[in-house]
């Protein structure tokens, strides 16, 4: 889910040319619900070229597109089950374990790059959205004492805790936001939570702002990303710790063939037969192996001007959590 | 075995810019007859008529072995689970079709209409079909067959590009099948409704023999109620057959040529017998 979202966000250009070739109304309404930009472009270029041919096309056009909507609209909710038959389920492990790792405190200060959510069925009760995660990490912390009067200040109670999820794709924010508000967590609430939307490379927050910037499965994507780490530096407080959740390099060259042949022999063919989307998943596939190894992200992250930049591999170096501080 | 291959090794160093004719007789003296078209699964794919350039034009998606058989079972599953999902329906052709595709291409090459499709490989698309198809007669084909598209809500944009499959030509042969659907629906006079898209089905498995079509076509009716199974068993599918084996080659068509033909005329030309039994309905 938030993998794939984001490969379809950064992978305009490289759809586009696809999408041209494959059938008009059915490609419009795979990625219609997940980019804007592409499913006008084409729908508009179609649209008019039925105009000016049969009356039957526009009744057509509409008729089919409702018809191929639902049909599809069926298959888009299920990049979050792509999510699941890709990493069979243990993404949710990695971003527990990631926010073990965190282990935030409560009056900590949440700023979640890149974590828009996706649709998730109703009965997938399972949340993986960090900042979820990052307040129910606080709540279960032994010494967490909710304020009983909010807005007030209060000696016992712990100090109020927040979380900003950031993310580019507005559509992303309102699922998250929905969810949010099923659960009760609003801007006001203890602990808070508030949805923004912008780009990772200006972040719209003043600097030293926040104790902990976290960013999962987004920085793969990112154009620039020694800016992107640059924004992290100014927007921490002092003490304040950076984290990356992102897919990496496998150091033993046996897993390392192992998980290339499943790479490229299964996932594709998955996102073909689940999401109806082969392109997308070749592109993550890919795009995975471009990103830097272990040790050159965490010198990216040192030249930004962290300290005490660590990382710790997950899955034999499937994925990976760098972490640094800003001292 | 040698013979073959070594044929098919000079051939390929000359058959980079072949014209149809030439193309023509190659086929006829390496390929052989249609009885023995297992034997194309293993020695086509060294006969390579398509150029890089011509498949980036096409978005060729290469698959391998394993991809194949793994998309073969999981998308056949998902239709099964799901019909909805023609996209997997197009990827089981695509990916099983290897076997069968070269047998169609050769039957098209010995045919002189089949040679000129694949040279100029017409494309049916909204684009393609003539302005004044909406004032064709409907018992024109090409009026029966705009009344088909607007009754039913169809266009021929709807049909999914072939891009699994290497070769050019075989690519075509897929595709013509793909487009050509409709016009068999109005010829046989079939609704595409549910048990009507399975009797067409049974005809293109005996016209084509196409492994996806033969799995749809048996294993599609297993879905459907006692009375339309009892249909199909009774009616639908002894005609599929009989007018299967009967009419001409129907890939071999250039339909585009008929379009001001009378419509009992065409079936006659083609030998092409329309279903006479009861009406297939899809309660």
């Given at each position: 889910m938030l993998l794939s979202r984001r490969v379809l966000r950064s992978s305009v250009s490289f759809i586009r040319g696809y999408s041209s070739t494959t059938t008009g109304s059915t490609s419009n309404n795979t990625t219609s619900s997940n980019n804007s930009y592409q499913s006008s472009s084409t729908q508009s270029s179609s649209e008019s070229k039925q105009q000016t041919h049969f009356g039957f096309k526009t009744i057509n056009a509409e008729e089919k597109e409702t018809m191929v909507k639902s049909v599809f609209d069926a298959v888009a909710s299920k990049y979050d089950v792509m999510n699941d038959a890709m990493s069979?389920?243990?993404?949710?492990?990695?971003?527990?374990?990631?926010?073990?790792?965190?282990?935030?405190?409560?009056?900590?200060?949440?700023?979640?790059?890149?974590?828009?959510?996706?649709?998730?069925?109703?009965?997938?009760?399972?949340?993986?959205?960090?900042?979820?995660?990052?307040?129910?990490?606080?709540?279960?912390?032994?010494?967490?004492?909710?304020?009983?009067?909010?807005?007030?200040?209060?000696?016992?109670?712990?100090?109020?805790?927040?979380?900003?999820?950031?993310?580019?794709?507005?559509?992303?924010?309102?699922?998250?936001?929905?969810?949010?508000?099923?659960?009760?967590?609003?801007?006001?609430?203890?602990?808070?939570?508030?949805?923004?939307?912008?780009?990772?490379?200006?972040?719209?927050?003043?600097?030293?702002?926040?104790?902990?910037?976290?960013?999962?499965?987004?920085?793969?994507?990112?154009?620039?990303?020694?800016?992107?780490?640059?924004?992290?530096?100014?927007?921490?407080?002092?003490?304040?710790?950076?984290?990356?959740?992102?897919?990496?390099?496998i150091p033993n060259p046996a897993l390392r063939f192992a998980y290339d042949q499943y790479s490229f022999n299964v996932i594709p063919i998955l996102g073909q037969m689940i999401a109806g989307d082969r392109e997308s998943y070749q592109y993550l596939v890919e795009s995975i192996r471009k990103f830097p190894t272990q040790d050159n992200f965490a010198g990216m992250i040192r030249q930004a001007g962290f300290k005490q930049v660590t990382y710790k591999n997950l899955s034999f170096g499937i994925c990976a959590i760098h972490s640094g501080w800003k001292l | 075995?040698?013979?073959?291959?070594?044929?098919?090794?000079?051939?390929?160093?000359?058959?980079?810019?072949?014209?149809?004719?030439?193309?023509?007789?190659?086929?006829?003296?390496?390929?052989?007859?249609?009885?023995?078209?297992?034997?194309?699964?293993?020695?086509?794919?060294?006969?390579?008529?398509?150029?890089?350039?011509?498949?980036?034009?096409?978005?060729?998606?290469?698959?391998?072995?394993?991809?194949?058989?793994?998309?073969?079972?999981?998308?056949?599953?998902?239709?099964?689970?799901?019909?909805?999902?023609?996209?997997?329906?197009?990827?089981?052709?695509?990916?099983?079709?290897?076997?069968?595709?070269?047998?169609?291409?050769?039957?098209?090459?010995?045919?002189?209409?089949?040679?000129?499709?694949?040279?100029?490989?017409?494309?049916?698309?909204?684009?393609?079909?003539?302005?004044?198809?909406?004032?064709?007669?409907?018992?024109?084909?090409?009026?029966?067959?705009?009344?088909?598209?607007?009754?039913?809500?169809?266009?021929?944009?709807?049909?999914?590009?072939?891009?699994?499959?290497?070769?050019?030509?075989?690519?075509?042969?897929?595709?013509?099948?793909?487009?050509?659907?409709?016009?068999?629906?109005?010829?046989?006079?079939?609704?595409?409704n549910v048990p009507g898209e399975l009797a067409i089905k049974w005809l293109e498995m005996v016209q084509t023999g196409q492994p996806m079509c033969a799995l749809s076509a048996l294993v599609g009716p297993l879905r459907l109620p006692f009375q339309q199974q009892r249909q199909l068993i009774q009616h639908t599918a002894p005609w599929a057959v009989r007018c299967g084996r009967n009419s001409k080659f129907l890939l071999n068509v250039i339909y585009e040529n008929h379009w001001n033909d009378n419509l009992i005329e065409l079936r006659k030309k083609l030998n092409f017998e329309p279903y006479s039994g009861p009406t297939i309905i899809d309660k």
């Open positions: 069979l389920g243990i993404h949710r492990l990695w971003k527990d374990e990631f926010m073990n790792t965190l282990n935030p405190v409560p009056g900590s200060h949440l700023l979640d790059v890149a974590g828009g959510t996706g649709k998730e069925e109703e009965k997938i009760k399972e949340q993986s959205d960090i900042s979820f995660r990052f307040i129910d990490k606080i709540k279960s912390n032994p010494y967490y004492l909710p304020n009983p009067h909010p807005g007030q200040l209060s000696s016992t109670a712990s100090l109020s805790s927040s979380a900003i999820v950031y993310d580019i794709n507005q559509a992303m924010l309102d699922e998250g936001q929905k969810r949010a508000i099923q659960n009760g967590y609003t801007k006001t609430s203890d602990p808070s939570i508030d949805f923004i939307q912008g780009n990772s490379e200006q972040l719209p927050f003043e600097d030293e702002s926040f104790n902990c910037y976290t960013i999962s499965f987004g920085i793969r994507n990112c154009t620039n990303i020694d800016v992107v780490l640059k924004e992290a530096y100014r927007v921490l407080k002092k003490g304040g710790r950076f984290m990356c959740l992102e897919f990496s390099q | 075995m040698m013979i073959r291959s070594t044929l098919q090794s000079v051939l390929r160093v000359s058959s980079t810019s072949t014209t149809s004719n030439q193309r023509c007789l190659t086929s006829l003296t390496v390929l052989q007859s249609p009885s023995s078209s297992f034997s194309y699964c293993y020695s086509t794919s060294s006969f390579n008529t398509t150029t890089t350039e011509e498949k980036k034009k096409r978005n060729v998606l290469p698959t391998n072995l394993f991809q194949k058989v793994l998309l073969g079972v999981g998308s056949s599953l998902i239709a099964m689970y799901n019909p909805g999902r023609t996209d997997m329906v197009a990827a089981l052709g695509e990916v099983s079709g290897g076997c069968v595709l070269p047998h169609l291409k050769t039957k098209m090459m010995n045919d002189s209409d089949g040679r000129w499709l694949l040279e100029h490989k017409p494309r049916i698309r909204i684009e393609t079909l003539p302005e004044q198809l909406s004032s064709l007669a409907p018992d024109t084909f090409g009026g029966a067959y705009y009344k088909f598209l607007t009754d039913n809500g169809f266009s021929p944009d709807d049909r999914a590009e072939v891009r699994m499959v290497e070769d050019d030509d075989e690519a075509y042969v897929l595709q013509r099948y793909r487009e050509v659907h409709d016009f068999w629906h109005v010829l046989a006079d079939i609704p595409p």
